[in-house]
């Protein structure tokens, strides 16, 4: 792995989003000032369900009230949904978040409050942790400070990382974060967020 690495190269590896948009901009090109995708976009324009649905198919599943353990509805499929979404549940009543989902089960659960307690958490784990190079960290239980993300924005969270066993961490946030997702990945960078590490899927 480490081979293939070294042959890797990065023409503008070592720029900063806005320093390449602006050197766009100078060269007058088209999408300079494009906005940022937060899609699929190696997928293209396709709905994103009928992808889905061609590989997974559909299994229906019961959506839960958290609070109350109330059946409010039914879905086709837990891999249709999304930690904190809100659109296409198909309930009235609304609004209604996904807080969980329970996999094994294949149960949505869903609240009305966006903001209630039990979506956010101050820390997650990380299984199947795989490093861009070797491993800079060698201490087990040792809090390293380092930065993160487990959605695709542009910001970074600051954390406290802590390795629990190989290739399995923990991640202290210094802020409540809100939608941790079981099953997708969060991504670990140095502590000045410049170096992306590595990433590993998440759960709790």
């Not at 109350?68 to 609304?94: A, D, E, N, P, V």
């Not at 400070?145 to 202290?172: A, C, M, S, W, Y």
Request: glycine share 12%.
């Amino acid at each position: 792995d480490y081979l293939q690495v070294s042959k890797l190269m990065f023409p503008i590896g070592g720029l900063m989003k806005h320093e390449v948009r602006e050197i766009a901009l100078s060269a007058g090109l088209p999408s300079a000032r494009r906005k940022d995708s937060q899609g699929i976009c190696f997928l293209g324009k396709i709905n994103y369900n009928d992808f889905v649905r061609r590989f997974l198919g559909e299994k229906e599943g019961a959506i839960i009230e958290l609070e109350t353990g109330k059946k409010l509805g039914t879905h086709r499929g837990y891999w249709f949904h999304t930690i904190g979404q809100r659109k296409g549940l198909g309930l009235s009543g609304g609004p209604w978040f996904v807080i969980k989902k329970d996999i094994q089960e294949n149960i949505i659960y869903v609240s009305h409050g966006y903001g209630v307690e039990t979506q956010y958490g101050n820390e997650f784990r990380i299984n199947d942790f795989h490093f861009i190079t070797d491993n800079p960290w060698t201490e087990l239980n040792k809090e390293l400070d380092i930065t993160f993300k487990i959605r695709h924005t542009p910001e970074f969270t600051k954390g406290k990382l802590v390795q629990e066993g190989e290739n399995r961490f923990r991640i202290l946030s210094s802020e409540k974060l809100q939608g941790i997702a079981p099953g997708q990945f969060g991504v670990v960078y140095d502590k000045a967020a410049q170096v992306c590490v590595g990433s590993g899927e998440i759960f709790c």
